[in-house]
C-alpha cells in the first residue's frame, strides 16, 4: 500500500513563506517524478514543481519560478517545496503525487500513479 502524507500548509499574508512536505511510504521504486499539484477553486489541477527521484532534475510552473524551491531528501522517500513571495493567486489545495516513470509531460497530472489528500494554502491579501 502506497501512501503520500503532505504537512505544512495554511494560511499566510501575501509576502510571506511557507514550506510544504510530502513523505511516501510503501513505494519500493524511485525511479521516477515526484512532485507537487495545486487546484484553485474553479480551476484545472496544474503542475506546479516536480524532480527526478533519480536524477534530481527539476520542473517549475512559470507562474512560480524564482519563487517555489523543490528537493528532496537523499532517501528519496520525502520531498519538500519552500514557497516564497506567495500571493493570492497562490491559494488551493496542493497535492503531493508521484509517477513511476519519468520522460515527457511531467506536468500532466493524468499521468501520475499516487497522490496525496491534499493539503490547503490560503494566502490572504
Known amino acids: 500500500q502506497v501512501q503520500l502524507v503532505e504537512s505544512g500548509g495554511g494560511s499566510v499574508q501575501a509576502g510571506g513563506s511557507l514550506r510544504l512536505s510530502c513523505t511516501a511510504s510503501?513505494?519500493?521504486?524511485?525511479?521516477?517524478?515526484m512532485g507537487w499539484f495545486r487546484q484553485a477553486s474553479g480551476t484545472e489541477r496544474e503542475g506546479v514543481a516536480t524532480?527526478?527521484?533519480?536524477?534530481?532534475?527539476?520542473n517549475y510552473a512559470d507562474s512560480v519560478k524564482g519563487r517555489f524551491t523543490i528537493s528532496q531528501d537523499n532517501a528519496k522517500k520525502t520531498v519538500d517545496l519552500q514557497m516564497n513571495s506567495l500571493n493570492p493567486d497562490d491559494s488551493g489545495m496542493y497535492y503531493c503525487?508521484?509517477?513511476?516513470?519519468?520522460?515527457?509531460?511531467?506536468?500532466?497530472?493524468?499521468?501520475?500513479?499516487?497522490w496525496g489528500q491534499g493539503i490547503q494554502v490560503t494566502v490572504s491579501s
Open positions: 503525487a508521484i509517477r513511476r516513470s519519468g520522460g515527457s509531460r511531467p506536468f500532466d497530472p493524468s499521468t501520475y500513479n499516487y
Open positions: 510503501g513505494v519500493t521504486y524511485n525511479n521516477g517524478y
Open positions: 524532480i527526478h527521484r533519480v536524477f534530481g532534475d527539476t
